[in-house]
T-cell receptor
């Protein structure tokens, strides 16, 4: 069974630009969550999508948004990039039930210059 | 907000030694998950715990869900060089609809000397 696939693996963007990251969950998984990982703040929850609906949201500004498609694939968008948005963005998938574990992809490393 | 205190922050051990790390919180969690992250990769799930008092093993790894639901520990026995990496605990808060809004510890960086 293929794992969680994130594309691209690396991105370099300039301040003010926008970026879209993609995540394909494990086959059969209906929940996709996004996390930001930085050396200073660690792993922080961005949002979760289940059956194309946002089910949970973390404490990030509105510049961070996402969506989920009918095939459970998800995209995350960051607009008006800031230097502080440089991070590893991780996607995790799960079947979606309350007590199901999350499985992470290898992330997209975003560098904002 | 909710926080997880993970300790120790780092460990330097000799190959063959046992390792113990733990996470504590003032909040109650429904699920505890332990992950290992290698450089340039995403966290890999090691053990998932769902019930207070639960003790679960995965090879040389053993983890327990604290009876108060506010803590968990991970033990690694007879460490080997490939155990090197960063270990994270993650808790699923005890709130309705919490689902996959996990709270992560800051990580324990493990170095193993052959």
């Amino acid at each position: 069974k293929a794992g969680v696939t994130q594309t691209p693996r690396y991105l370099i963007k300039t301040r003010g630009q926008q970026v879209t990251l993609s995540c394909s969950p494990i086959s059969g998984h209906r929940s996709v969550s996004w996390y930001q990982q930085t050396p200073g703040q660690g792993l922080q929850f961005l949002f979760e999508y289940f059956s194309e609906t946002q089910r949970n949201k973390g404490n990030f500004p509105g510049r961070f948004s996402g969506r989920q498609f009918s095939n459970s694939r998800s995209e995350m968008n960051v607009s008006t990039l800031e230097l502080g948005d440089s991070a590893l963005y991780l996607c995790a998938s799960s079947p979606g039930q309350e007590n199901s574990p999350l499985h992470f992809g290898n992330g997209t490393r975003l560098t904002v210059t | 907000g909710q926080q997880l205190n993970q300790s120790p922050q780092s460990m330097f051990i000799q190959e063959g030694e046992d390792v113990s790390m733990n996470c504590t919180s003032s909040s109650i969690f429904n699920t505890w998950l332990w992950y290992k992250q290698d450089p340039g990769e995403g966290p890999v799930l090691l053990i998932a715990l769902y019930k207070a008092g639960e003790l679960t093993s995965n090879g040389r790894l053993t983890a327990q869900f604290g009876i108060t639901r506010k803590d968990s520990f991970l033990n690694i026995s007879a460490s080997i060089p490939s155990d090197v990496g960063i270990y994270f605990c993650a808790g699923r808060p005890s709130v309705s609809g919490g689902y996959n809004k996990l709270i992560f510890g800051a990580g324990t960086r493990l170095a193993v000397h052959p």
